[in-house]
């Protein structure tokens, strides 16, 4: 069975890019656009993984959706990745204070973004 990952990004392009990038791995890949649309994905499909975009538009941004993905019982355990242009340590410590499991600068290597879902994915079931 496929791992379920959610991309939550405003840009087309980069979710785009990381479709692209994972074709060839196992996973069930669904997008959001903004912050909302990223939590009525989450807490209605329950993904293993989500990758979600540090500062996006509108009114919830990626720390505000993962505190609150951390904040429901239902998906607490959900790994969560954030995706950032912004790579100061203050952001990597918003992004951890927040429930992120790991802080990706952009831009990234596609292959290494493959390899570190893998590995995410691999250390939870070994646990």
Known sequence: MPA???IVEDQADIRRLIR????????????AANGAAGLDQ???????????????????DGLELCRQVRAAPGTAKTIIVMLTAKATSADHEAARTA??????????????????LNALLKHRQDR
């Open 4 to 6: 379920k990952l959610l």
């Open 20 to 31: 692209w990038a994972l074709e060839d791995d196992d996973y069930e890949i669904r997008e």
């Open 42 to 60: 989450i807490l209605g499909w329950h993904p293993d993984m989500v990758l979600l975009d540090m500062m996006m538009p509108g009114g919830m």
């Open 99 to 116: 429930g992120a499991d790991y802080f990706l600068p952009k831009p990234f290597s596609p292959a290494k973004l493959s390899e570190l």
